[in-house]
Every structure is written in C-alpha cells, then in structure tokens.
C-alpha cells in the first residue's frame, strides 16, 4: 500500500524563522504527525473493514472496489497539484483547507446510508487527501532550522509508523468486539482528530501570503483524474466479463495517459516535468515502483476480505498481519537507505523485490488451504523484509536521477506513480478474482460472506490467482531494478 511510503511529495521547503515561533514548533510536529496519521491509516482500516462495510451498505463487489478506489483515484491524480497549490497559495492555508475537507467527507462516510452516498464521499476525501499529504512533512521542514530538522522528521517518521501498525490493529479489534456498524466511527474519529490538527495550525503559525507566480496544472489534472477514472471505470465493469462497453472506457482511459504527456509538454506549470523521464534510472525505477506497489496494493486489499468472509478470521486477527510489515519497515529502512549510499540502490531494490515475489508466491500456495496463521503470517514477515530493502533505497535512486531543481518533482512523481499502481491494481485484480471465483463455482460474491466448502474452495483459488500474479510483478520489479537502475561509479 501506497500508504507506507514516507518521502516528500515536493521538494523541501527551506526553513522560515517567521513561519512559527520556536516554543509552537512542538506543536507542528504533532499537527504533521496526526495529519499523516489519517492518511496512513485509512487505506489499512478500509481494507479490513471492507467485508463489513459491504455488508452494512448492501454493497455488490464492484461498489466495494469503488468504495477504495474512489478514494486513491482522486489521490493519485490530484497530489501533484496539492503540492503546488501549497506553494501557490501558502502552505499552512492549504493544509488546513485539505484537513477540512477531509474530515467532512469522513462524516458523511460514517453515517452513509448506501454506496452512492459512500462512493462520492470517499472520493472528496481523496481530494482533501492530495491537499494533506504533500503538506505534512514540508510544514516540518518550513518550521524547523537545518540543525533541527533531521532529529523532528524522525520522530515524524517513527510516530507515522507506529501509528500505521497500531491503527488497523485497534480497528480489528472493534469491529471484532463492536459489531459491523462500528465500521463508522472509524471513519468518525478523523473529526476529533482533525480539528486539534486545524487549532493548531490557526493559532500556532503565521498566516502565508499567497504566491501568484505559482502555478496550477488544472488541464493536466483534469486529464489524469478522467484517463485513470475512465481505466478504473472499464476494469471494474469487467467483473463481469469484458464487453464492447468496458473495452471503450479502457481504452479510452489509456488514449487520455498517453495525452497527459502531450499536454504536460505544452503546460505553463506542468505537475510532471517531461526532461524527468530522460534519465534511464528514473524510469527505470518508477517502472519498479509501479510493478511492486501493485502487486502489495493488491495483496493487502484482497487478503482481509478473503481471509474474514472465507476463512472466518476475525478482524482482530486479521490485522496483525499489518504489524510485521510495518514494523520491518520501520526499523530496518533507514539502514538499508544508508547501505544504498555505498553499494547502490539497484541491487537492494532487486533483492527486495524478488523478496516480495517470493512472499506473493508463499501466500497463494497457502491460501488453498486456508493457513492463516503458519502461511500468511510469516511470508507477511518476509514481504515486511522485502519492502525494509526496497522503500528507501527507490527514494535514493528516484532523487539520485535528476538535478537538483528537479528533485522534489521527481519525488512526487514516484509517489503519484505508487498510489496509481494501487488504484489500477484494486480495479483490475477485482476483476480478475470475481472472474476466477465465479468459474470456480462460487456460491456468493468474491469478498462477501459465504457459507460451504464451495464458497471457501472458490475465494482461496481467486486470492491464489491474484497473488500468483503479483509474484510475478514483483519479479519484474527485480529485473528491471537490477538492468535499468546504475550503479554508483568507482574509483579509478
């Protein structure tokens, strides 16, 4: 998920001594922490959630896969134009603007009465979200001086990730002990949450002037939210079989990709520079971003749904499986971005991700069977392992490519192009497990809750098939990590 991904979204912003005063710097960090904190843990409690939500609302298959994906569209396509807006506008403005709009639309996903209210609900939070994000480290950056900075965004970065392993844990839990309507106050508790982060900001930093000679990409943002919403829209739709209908909306969602890049080179202020993509170890690395985050989007938001509707797993226990995860990344990324320094960063990012495949591989031999706890749980670990190698050293090479007045757009396009891997992945693995899961005589929906040997023979075989692709994905990301990334020059 693409929520595991810590690294700036634009380039840093230099240290402003009249941004805050020096007593309410503590008080940013927190502000940061708790903002990342509702992001990070959305996409983990969503997922787990899922098989109750669905329930609860009615939901058919494709509305849950919209329910996500909603949410990572607007992300995905509108976090560049964030960024900008926070130069364009002030940084603290928009902050607290994204976190405004993100917690309203919360609200109205807790008491939604059905998809249709949920569906758009989910995707205005994606658009607070996309104002958040790139927001949240750079306000650190803006309030902190050089010799302070390093020391805050580790605990930024610590508190993320102890946040991200806790948050599913504890949404496991009440739903597990709460009933499926608890689902709601997980979407109720941004409120609170939200409104310490908006009184801080409101009383705690100086008010920005806004910035005319920044820019906003609209036209390219337009084109992205309607090419990846119309390619969501067609793989969806497929769930069913791939007709005249769903193959147009595809295809028109890929013409509109390739047009991106023709209206980003003719743009005043484009989101995504086209002399980026000259560097062959930029590509290279953002083809591997894309293989790679696919392939753990799609396991992550597949596993909770099969392993709670088939296996009778309760959510509880369904999400300890985050904690290895997170846990591996949290204390293993900043050593393994150090050794990338020596050695490179092709060679971690293609060990880590044949890891992963290796991990993919381990879970759909397993989920046959149904082994959560000996199968699932350890190749968890070893896809925690494999990831720890590979988050930072892609930030090394992603930032290591360009020049330095290209580093921060490099660094949002890596993490635009991360969430739309997560967005493409849920919508075209949906289609692939509904398709696997109906062919191998399922007695309900994939996903939803299902009695006999069937129903559970029928969701392991489709996670099987999802899984087995992914490793295969990952394998790719190998590859094209080790061939396309270089390695630092020697000494002569």
């Known amino acids: 998920m693409s929520s595991i991904r810590a690294s700036p979204d634009r380039a840093v912003p230099v240290f402003d001594p009249d941004f805050c005063a020096a007593r309410n710097r503590k008080f940013i960090l927190v502000a940061a922490i708790l903002a990342s904190a509702l992001g990070f843990i959305d996409g983990t409690v969503v997922s787990i959630a899922m098989p109750a939500m669905r329930a609860s609302l009615d939901a058919t298959l494709g509305e849950a896969l919209w329910i996500s994906n909603a949410y990572m569209l607007t992300l995905a396509s509108l976090i560049l134009v964030g960024g900008a807006a926070g130069d364009r506008f002030g940084l603290a403005r928009v902050f607290i603007f994204g976190i405004a709009v993100f917690i309203v639309a919360s609200l109205v996903c807790a008491v939604a009465p059905n998809p249709d209210v949920m569906i758009p609900a989910r995707a205005v939070k994606g658009i607070g979200a996309a104002l958040m994000v790139p927001a949240s480290l750079a306000i650190i950056s803006r309030s902190y001086p050089p010799d302070e900075r390093g020391r805050a965004i580790g605990i930024w970065a610590a508190a993320s990730a102890l946040t991200t392993a ?43 002037r806004a910035d005319a000679t920044h820019g906003l990409d609209l036209p390219g943002a337009a084109v992205t939210v309607a090419g990846l919403g119309l390619l ?35 743009s005043r202020h484009p989101m995504v520079p086209m002399e980026v993509w000259a560097n062959a170890t930029f590509l290279s690395a953002n083809l591997a971003t894309f293989a790679l985050y696919f392939g753990l989007s799609a396991v992550l938001f597949f596993l909770p749904m099969v392993a709670i509707t088939a296996w009778g797993i309760s959510e509880a226990e369904v999400s300890l499986v ?14 393994f971005g150090a050794l990338a320094d020596r050695v490179g960063p092709g060679p971690l990012i293609a060990g ?63 993490n635009a192009v991360s969430r739309t891997a997560g967005l493409i992945a849920v919508a075209a693995m949906g289609a692939l497990a509904a398709a696997v899961y109906a062919g191998a005589g399922g007695t309900a929906s994939f996903g939803a809750a299902g009695d006999g040997a069937a129903h559970v023979e029928a969701s392991g075989l489709a996670f099987t098939t999802v899984a087995l692709f992914t490793a295969a994905l990952g394998a790719v990301a190998a590859l094209i990590a080790w061939l396309g990334i270089a390695r630092p020059q020697t000494g002569s």
């Open 352 to 414: 880590g991700s044949l890891l992963a495949a290796m991990a993919f591989a381990a879970m759909g031999a397993v989920a046959p069977a149904g082994l959560f706890w000996t199968g699932i749980l350890p190749a968890m670990a070893l896809l925690g392992l494999g990831m720890s190698l590979v988050v930072a050293p892609l930030s090394t090479a992603v930032m290591g490519a360009v020049s330095g007045e290209l580093a921060g757009a490099a660094s949002g396009v890596n």
């Open 322 to 335: 985050f904690v290895p995860l997170t846990l591996f990344i949290a204390g293993l990324s900043s050593r």
């Open 232 to 266: 969501s829209w067609g793989l969806i739709s497929a769930d069913g079989g791939i007709g005249l209908r769903e193959a147009a909306m595809v295809g028109a969602g890929l013409f509109l990709m390739v047009a991106f890049g023709f209206v980003e080179s003719r």
């Open 166 to 208: 806790i948050g599913p844990i504890l949404g496991g839990a009440l739903l597990t002990l709460g009933g499926p309507e608890v689902w709601r106050w997980l979407f109720a508790i941004n409120l609170p949450l939200g409104l310490v982060v908006i009184w801080i900001l409101t009383t705690r930093v100086e008010t920005e």
